[in-house]
């Protein structure tokens, strides 16, 4: 009975394993299908080149550049705004607060990876964006600063919350050799366990920047939907994922080039998320390989 209980579950086990292969390899399939055929009528070099992305207009241009500057646009205000806080959060968790006070906030804090998006998108779109346009007039009233900035509050507990499990899981005999040597809890906390725990750090930042980057109903509705190749944070942009919904309302025929047009530019998400997380995986195994 016992030897059946272990064939099942281990079936079961690779069974889920299986699943997931095929459902990876489903939809790099449906991708790069559609995009073939959207490849076959548009050049991919005017793809990759042309500044301007008017898929829907009557003179037509397909610059992937237009979409992916805001793309990166957002994702940037969003890291620089995330990380600093978020690891200054898991910092005072990890090594000033009581035991009390961690386990009290943290489960608080992981509470805003709970809010749905599309009331973070209202937030920054009612309350973020006037505050700001207070400070600076000639903001626009869809801007990608206040999109990233909220997408920053958003992101703020995968890079906590992670990174204080890394800094919580460093050796208690490691703390106790840096007070030994003199050290301060500042000096300790800055050079001893922050690079020890630097792997799973980076783990958090690069989970964080996919999630930024994947980040649909923030930019939608807070960014605005005029894509333009800029990094000027102030004007409206449009990200791939935003574009993405535009097109899947059902107002674009389905299987016409426009139509089309959202496959080349989820494929085009997809490899540079996949190229982030392969040059992520590098360095954290360089880390790794460093301080271990």
Request: aromatic share 12%; no cysteine; net charge neutral.
């Amino acid at each position: 009975m016992r030897k059946i209980k272990e064939f099942v579950i281990e079936k079961l086990l690779l069974s889920s394993a299986l699943i997931t292969i095929a459902i990876t390899i489903g939809i790099i399939l449906v991708l790069s299908i559609e995009a073939f055929y959207f490849f076959s009528e548009v050049s991919i070099l005017d793809f990759l080149t042309d500044t301007e992305w008017t898929p829907l207009f009557t003179n037509k241009h397909f610059g992937i550049m237009a979409l992916l500057s805001g793309t990166l646009l957002t994702t940037f205000i969003a890291i620089a705004f995330a990380v600093p806080v978020g690891l200054s959060i898991s910092i005072y968790l990890s090594e000033y607060a009581p035991k009390s006070f961690r386990k009290t906030i943290k489960p608080l804090l992981e509470l805003l990876a709970a809010v749905p998006t599309v009331v973070y998108g209202f937030f920054a779109l009612m309350v973020v964006t006037p505050f700001l346009q207070g400070i600076f007039p000639e903001l626009s009233g869809f801007n990608a600063l206040s999109a990233g900035l909220v997408m920053g509050v958003m992101i703020i507990p995968y890079i906590s919350s992670l990174s204080e499990d890394a800094l919580h899981a460093v050796p208690y005999s490691l703390r106790e050799a840096s007070y030994g040597m003199g050290s301060t809890r500042l000096q300790n906390s800055f050079r001893v366990i922050v690079p020890a725990a630097s792997s799973g750090i980076i783990v958090s930042i690069i989970l964080a920047i996919s999630r930024a980057i994947g980040e649909t109903m923030i930019v939608a509705i807070a960014a605005g939907q005029q894509p333009r190749l800029t990094f000027d944070p102030t004007v409206p942009v449009e990200t791939i994922t935003s574009y993405i919904v535009q097109v899947s309302l059902g107002d674009v025929q389905h299987g016409s080039l426009e139509y089309r047009t959202i496959f080349a530019a989820g494929i085009t998400l997809f490899v540079f998320t996949f190229l982030l997380n392969t040059l992520s995986h590098k360095m954290r195994k360089k880390f790794r390989e460093k301080y271990e």
